[in-house]
T-cell receptor, first 114, second 120 residues
């Protein structure tokens, strides 16, 4: 176990709705990243938070937004859900932002948009 | 742009044999880190091994070793003595800077993955 927990594990939403996914980082980790993994694909970087500030973002529209709290837990919010948002969403935490930093992943939230 | 290529969608290996999973990468930054992760059907990414761009020796972690050929921009994973529990999806990933000339490293760029099946 990595110590990173995500909730919920599974979720079904309707197109147009909004969803919030949650991540509890490993103790002492101040950096959290979110990834979207479509079926049969590698994870795609959504964004990263460091000490409650977003400091990196991938090619995702503004309807993907996030928060990091003082205890370093994090949320991913997606507005106006589209069918293509159906994917496994992975959260990863790390203790710092250096080149060799290992990222510890949660088990993911599987989102289905119908 | 940074890119990771895994050209083997699926690989099969006999139990106790060795197997090599291929990975090539592309980046213009001289500083980067290369990672291999294992993803079982449960979904969680499990860290296997790391190689830094300035490391002189190939990384090893138990049954895992990384064949790092910097000039060819390849970082192949070698799994020795395969076990049935090694059956999973394997991803090669690269960590690089968040911005040009920056000092913070952030995102991991992943390849498409290789599904490894170990036969008894």
């Amino acid at each position: 176990e990595t110590g990173v927990t995500q909730s919920p594990t599974h979720l079904i939403k309707t197109r147009g709705q909004q969803v919030t996914l949650r991540c509890s980082s490993q103790s002492g980790h101040n950096t959290v990243s979110w990834y979207q993994q479509a079926l049969g694909q590698g994870p795609q970087f959504i964004f990263q938070y460091y000490r409650e500030e977003e400091n990196g973002r991938g090619n995702f529209p503004p309807r993907f937004s996030g928060l990091q709290f003082p205890n370093y837990s994090s949320e991913l919010n997606v507005n106006a859900l589209e069918l293509d948002d159906s994917a496994l969403y992975l959260c990863a935490s790390s203790v710092r932002q250096s080149m060799n930093t290992e990222a510890f992943f949660g088990q993911g939230t599987r989102l289905t948009v119908v | 742009a940074q890119k990771i290529t895994q050209t083997q969608p699926g690989m099969f290996v006999q139990e106790k044999e060795a197997v090599t999973l291929d990975c090539t990468y592309d980046t213009s930054d001289p500083s980067y880190g290369l990672f291999w992760y294992k993803q079982p059907s449960s979904g969680e990414m499990i860290f296997l091994i790391y190689q830094g761009s300035y490391d002189q020796q190939n990384a090893t972690e138990g049954r895992y070793s990384l064949n790092f050929q910097k000039a060819r921009k390849s970082a192949n994973l070698v799994i020795s003595a395969s076990q049935l529990g090694d059956s999973a999806m394997y991803f090669c990933a690269m960590r690089d800077r968040l911005g040009a000339g920056g000092t913070s490293y952030g995102k991991l760029t992943f390849g498409q993955g290789t599904i490894l099946t170990v036969h008894p």
